[in-house]
């Protein structure tokens, strides 16, 4: 089966500019993940998506970041205005049920 | 909430040799334990899990051990190839709950 599509593979922009990610989860996971990896660190949750409700956003800076999934399938992740310190590895995972979570190859963003 | 200790943070090993990486966790309601390894420009790719109900699980050249008590759980690779070499990471969390990553482990194996 096809993995978890993540697009663009490379971003780079300068401050303040805002940028969108996209992503589309293995066919039929119900649950989809945003996760930010800084390099050298292990992935950290941005936000949790059950269908298209959101489960959990405790972590995600909702003054500039903000992501979607409508119609339950794929997902945009949103970060308007870029700091410096949001450049990373955005990643995107997907779950057939309550555990498992299978991810995508990442969106690295540089932010100059 | 949850924090994950992962050690050691680098480990470098001979072709054919033995590697064990090991975490910790501080939530005891935590009953689900995946490795992830990740190579340069890819994402984290699963490669074996553990639920809390079960104390060892095996396959092929990669094992899991997990000790609910002490609330640790390792990761033990045999006859390692340079293939092996990446960077690999414990996570843990809860059911129907996000995971939370270790630091991660680069492990280099040299031929």
């Known amino acids: 089966e096809a993995g978890v599509a993540q697009s663009p593979r490379y971003k780079i922009i300068e401050k303040r500019q805002s940028v969108a990610f996209w992503c589309n989860p293995i066919s039929g996971h119900a649950t989809l993940y945003w996760y930010q990896q800084i390099l050298g660190q292990g992935p950290k949750l941005l936000i949790q998506f059950q269908n298209n409700g959101v489960v959990d956003d405790s972590q995600l800076p909702k003054d500039r970041f903000s992501a979607e999934r409508l119609k339950g399938v794929d997902s945009t992740l949103k970060i308007q205005p870029a700091k410096l310190e949001d450049s990373a590895v955005y990643l995107c995972a997907s779950s057939p049920g309550q555990d498992e979570q299978y991810f995508g190859p990442g969106t690295r963003l540089t932010v100059t | 909430g949850e924090n994950v200790e992962q050690h050691p943070s680098t480990l470098s090993v001979q072709e054919g040799d033995s590697a064990v990486i090991k975490c910790t966790y501080s939530d005891s309601a935590s009953n689900y334990f995946p490795w992830y390894k990740q190579e340069l420009g890819k994402g984290p790719q699963l490669i074996i899990d553990i639920r809390s109900n079960v104390g060892e699980k095996k396959d092929q050249r990669i094992a899991v051990t997990l000790n609910k008590t002490a609330k640790h759980f390792s990761l033990h690779i045999t006859e390692t190839q340079p293939e092996d070499s990446a960077v690999y990471f414990c996570?843990?969390?809860?059911?129907?709950?996000?995971?939370?990553f270790g630091k991660g482990t680069t492990l280099s194996v040299s031929s």
């Open positions: 996570a843990a969390s809860k059911w129907g709950t996000a995971l939370i």
